[in-house]
């Protein structure tokens, strides 16, 4: 829905607009304010920070149509303004233009020209709209990403790079807050994430000192990915650093003894990695999926506080390198036989 401003000293042309658009109205296509000059416009844009559109005159009391235009340019530059005037004189329009004014309408109203009009004007508010939130939301990533990678995301390469899906042997870690649940219950909203965006700065920090990458956020649990040389060992180097850091925490206060742990589940060998989500919403997340990452999760879900929970194949090639101990076998979905699990120990 959106909202326009209608500012005119003719209490008929409230009566009007209500009729005339009684339609969209009705249907929450538009909403109307009105006022009677341009100071009582001001106050009403005070009140409604939405409007998108402002129809005004130009003779009014107090404050006139073309000194509203002024104060538009300077306070409310998201929106735009239709002058809509008995004196249709190329001095009004000039002057009315050169003060901010999108376009320009003569007493008596054409309404189905007002209405085009107000189409016309709406598209170009939303697109301004768009296009201050897309330089937001590049300033807000300015101060995250480095220029030479912003460069390479606009680039035609980066495009290319986006579409390649491709099978990759590497190792997927699921670390999960064990507990965290309880903290949420009892907790303020903003202790709760203060606290969990601690914990995951801790993880974040092991996963990339090992050369990893952190795949997700999901919920209290993180997601990452080891590629290249070494990969499981430096998956396990990095759980093993994270579980110590993690479990040297303090207590969370006086008041609650809540000591955080972590769960850890770790997997390796083939899976796609490519652009998955949907096309149609223009929400596509990089990312790596198959059973490998299937089981990763699975072994987390079962690993107690404290636990690097990986597979028999796993143990096999890293045993010589890290103590383990044999948990047991675990059955999993779709599979015809049980899998042995191991614990990483040191």
Do not use: W
Not at 275 to 294: H, K, M, W
Not at 311 to 327: D, L, N, Q
């Amino acid at each position: 829905m959106t909202k326009i401003l209608v500012v005119d000293d003719e209490p008929d042309l409230e009566v009007l607009i209500k009729q005339k658009f009684r339609k969209s109205i009705r249907e929450k296509q538009y909403e109307f304010v009105f006022a009677h000059n341009g100071k009582q416009a001001l106050e009403q844009l005070a009140a409604h920070d939405d409007v998108a559109v402002v129809l005004s005159d130009i003779n009014m009391p107090e404050m006139d149509g073309l000194t509203l235009l002024s104060r538009l340019g300077e306070d409310h530059y998201l929106l735009k303004s239709v002058i809509i005037s008995a004196y249709g004189d190329m001095e009004n329009i000039r002057t009315a233009m050169n003060r901010g004014a999108f376009d320009f309408i003569t007493k008596p109203i054409n309404f189905e020209d007002l209405e085009l009009t107000m189409i016309k004007t709406i598209k170009h508010v939303l697109q301004m709209r768009k296009t201050m939130q897309a330089i937001k939301e590049n300033n807000i990533l300015r101060m995250y990403v480095d220029d030479t990678v912003l460069n390479f995301m606009n680039s035609r390469e980066f495009e290319s790079a986006l579409m390649i899906n491709e099978t990759v042997d590497a190792t997927v870690v699921f670390f999960d807050i064990c507990g965290f649940t309880e903290i949420s219950e009892k907790e303020s909203p903003d202790g709760v994430v203060k606290l969990l965006n601690g914990y995951f700065d801790v993880i974040v920090k092991q996963i990339i000192d090992q050369g990893g990458l952190v795949d997700k956020f999901i919920g209290d649990a993180i997601m990452a990915v080891f590629r290249g040389d070494y990969h499981l060992d430096r998956a396990i180097d990095a759980s093993l650093a994270v579980r110590q850091q993690i479990e040297a925490l303090p207590a969370l206060s006086d008041h609650f003894t809540y000591s955080p742990k972590v769960s850890i589940g770790i997997n390796s060998g083939e899976m796609i990695s490519g652009n998955i989500g949907s096309a149609q919403l223009r929400r596509l997340d990089y990312t790596v999926i198959g059973d490998v990452v299937n089981i990763a999760q699975r072994f987390q879900s079962v690993a107690q506080p404290g636990q690097i929970v990986i597979s028999e194949m796993a143990y096999g090639e890293i045993k010589e390198s890290f103590k383990c101990k044999k948990i047991g076998e675990m059955p999993l979905k779709n599979k015809s036989e049980p899998i042995t699990i191991y614990e990483v120990l040191e």
